[in-house]
């Protein structure tokens, strides 16, 4: 067994297994299963996992990341744990930058399953057969379970006619962004396709796939690094008189969801 799954096997001795999890676990606003938190160590959560069908699109990143973890810890004393985190600088060994930008980028969040309300975000999500474990995005791990307290700001539905935008490319309508929630530094929007949507489509579709391999790869990179130029170009305009006025840093689009980086909020 190696260094890592015996920490695992550590950190869940003597954590019984319920029948079903407390949570649902959702991977960029898809249900990929259920979780119950089954120990809090240093930052990081650690949770029982019931996976459903949903999960195999990305079961294949999780498994080649955790193979990574091992290969980094498996060769003491490069290894060694301090708190929850794992140390190891094996020579001749290096992570596939890609693949956890990849990760990075995914919007793991944990929600009520009767409500449907954010429990909260997890960072950096790592799934291990029936485990997982993250570090959870808010500032202290001292919290009441088994629901911790969120650090999202929900926006009311009263204000949602204020929180709603036209992305323009000039007089070209790409879309409507309506605000769901913010986790900072980021506003996440439900997004309709606008009736010139597909002119600007492959230049999402290009800085979505260049910002993967961006890291190892000097074409994605600049790849990716013309997709935002054209990007910053464009403009979110008010629905209506009501609405506040926003500017953006940083814009991504992805089928049903947007989210971007406020750089400007009108009073």
């Keep these: 067994m190696s260094p890592f799954d015996e920490y695992l096997e550590e950190i869940y001795r003597g954590r019984e297994k319920p029948s079903c999890g ?3 676990l959702e991977i960029n606003y898809i249900n990929i299963g259920e979780v119950t938190l089954a ?16 999960f195999a699109q990305f079961a294949n990143d999780f498994e080649r990341y955790v193979e990574e973890t091992r290969q980094l810890c498996s060769s003491p004393p490069s290894f060694r744990k301090q708190g929850s985190w794992f140390v190891s600088k094996k020579d001749g060994f290096k992570r596939d930058e890609s693949l956890f930008q990849k990760l990075v980028m995914l919007r793991s969040t944990l929600r009520d399953k009767i409500s ?18 993250f570090t959870p995005k808010f500032k202290s791990p001292q919290v009441s379970l088994p629901y911790p307290d969120s650090k999202v700001f929900k926006i009311p539905p009263q204000a949602e ?4 935008w036209r992305l323009m490319s000039g007089e070209k309508m790409l879309g409507v962004l309506e ?10 929007c439900a997004f309709r396709e606008g009736p010139d949507y ?4 492959p230049i999402f579709d290009a800085q979505r796939s260049n910002a993967i391999n961006q890291y190892n790869d000097a074409q994605a990179k ?6 935002q130029e054209k990007i910053a170009e464009l403009k979110l305009l008010p629905v209506s008189p009501e609405t506040k006025d926003v500017e953006f840093s940083v814009l991504y689009v992805d089928g049903t969801i947007a989210r971007f980086r406020p750089r400007v909020v009108s009073e």
């Design 39 to 54: 120990r809090i160590n240093g930052h990081e959560f650690f949770c029982w996992f019931w996976p459903n069908d949903s």
């Design 116 to 133: 449907g309300e954010t429990i909260l975000r997890a960072h950096v999500l790592s799934v291990s057969d029936d485990k997982a474990w």
């Design 161 to 164: 006619q204020e929180w709603a």
């Design 179 to 188: 605000l769901m929630e913010v986790d900072q530094p980021s506003f996440h």
């Design 222 to 227: 600049k790849g990716f690094v013309e997709a």
């Design 198 to 201: 597909e002119d600007f489509r």
């Design 22 to 24: 407390a949570w649902r």
